[in-house]
């Protein structure tokens, strides 16, 4: 357990000192023109991402539950990403008080070049990895973030 924790702590540490960013700069091929925007931007596409993934649309509102952010905060994130073109609104077909944010295709397009980007990091720093420990590390990382969830408030 105690290796566990220092393992995740470290990762808590990376993503606060935004290693991954750090990382990026320079290799902006990724975001193409929007290599500009804060990273938080392509934090809030992710979340979208992740709730169109879960069949849900997301409001500013819940974006910023989901980031851990105030609402001003997420909605002045929806503003740069919608100026951006990453992002557009939708009305909601239930509630139309109810304003949804949408992914573009130019928004897609930027989340599936930073995939690539972060999926070739992972490569790096795991090619001197067995298949079957890159495999290990998937099934058991993808089990403890389910399992982790679960156990924890949104």
Partial sequence: MADIETAVVALRRSRQRRALARLAEGRDEHVGPH???PDAVFELLDAIEAGEGQGLALTVTEAAALLG???PRSSRLASQALEAGLLRREADQHDGRRSLLALTSEGRDVLAGMR???RGIIAEATAGWTAEDRAALARHL???VQDFSAITPR
Avoid: C, I
């Fill in 142 to 144: 993808t089990r403890f």
């Fill in 116 to 118: 690539r980007f972060r």
């Fill in 35 to 37: 290599a500009g925007l």
């Fill in 69 to 71: 952010v105030d609402q």
